[in-house]
């Protein structure tokens, strides 16, 4: 990600490495940019308003008639009625919104938050199974993902991690992050979630003499 150069993500496998230093546990780090295209949405969106278009106009029109200035009406947009046009102008609105829909700040607004969420949650846990983070010894994965263009955090822990460690705890940690990625520090967020998760691994999950390194320590970019 442009937000994140290569010192950051060294510094950020560095710190993955530490905490697993002191733990038996996985953890993960995952990034996206997006978690969906979102095609569909900005096309209904175009497809939508040039449907209203033709209406638009007739009533507009219909309204200029009614005040006794039609002719300034057919100045204005150069047809009276003529539905060929209204035809084409339907066409070219459609084109030119559903392009301009597709700017990716824009289209980000024009998606319902709920969408949103559901479509990150979803690739985040079709990455936690990607990763194998559901094939350690011990059921102890923990990946922590972020999909960008919906500013959604997860942390997704296996099994055995989830049934002595409270979920309220992971809250804890990605507030702590999103508290960093308002401020613009981005890899400082990460640096820090990487951390307290460590820590919250080392205290239920310590360290043993076999200590295997099964995943990745790079933070992965999708």
């Not at 290569?6 to 490495?17: G, L, V, W, Y």
């Not at 998606?111 to 690739?123: F, M, Q, T």
């Not at 059921?139 to 409270?166: C, P, Q, W």
């Amino acid at each position: 990600m442009a937000f994140l150069n290569i010192s950051d993500k060294q510094r950020i496998a560095e710190a993955i490495r530490q905490a697993e230093s002191k733990t038996s546990s996985e953890l993960v780090t995952v990034i996206a940019r997006a978690s969906d295209d979102y095609l569909y949405i900005p096309l209904l969106w175009a497809a939508l308003i040039a449907l209203a278009v033709p209406g638009l106009i007739i009533l507009f029109a219909f309204g200029l008639e009614f005040g006794k200035l039609y002719k300034l009406m057919v100045v204005f947009i150069g047809f009276e009625f003529e539905f060929g046009r209204l035809y084409m102008i339907q066409i070219m609105s459609f084109v030119v919104l559903a392009l301009l829909f597709r700017w990716p700040p824009l289209m980000m607004r024009l998606i319902p938050k709920a969408v949103k969420r559901r479509r990150a949650s979803r690739v985040a846990h079709q990455q936690f199974f990607e990763q194998n983070l559901h094939h350690t010894r011990e059921r102890t994965g923990v990946m922590l993902f972020v999909s960008v263009a919906e500013h959604y955090v997860e942390i997704i822990a296996d099994k055995g991690i989830n049934d002595v460690v409270e979920e309220g705890v992971w809250d804890e940690v990605i507030a702590e992050f999103v508290q960093h990625v308002k401020a613009r520090q981005v890899a400082e967020g990460f640096l820090a979630a990487v951390t307290a998760c460590g820590k919250i691994l080392a205290k239920h999950f310590p360290a043993t003499h076999d200590n295997p390194d099964e995943l990745p320590n790079h933070l992965i970019e999708i």
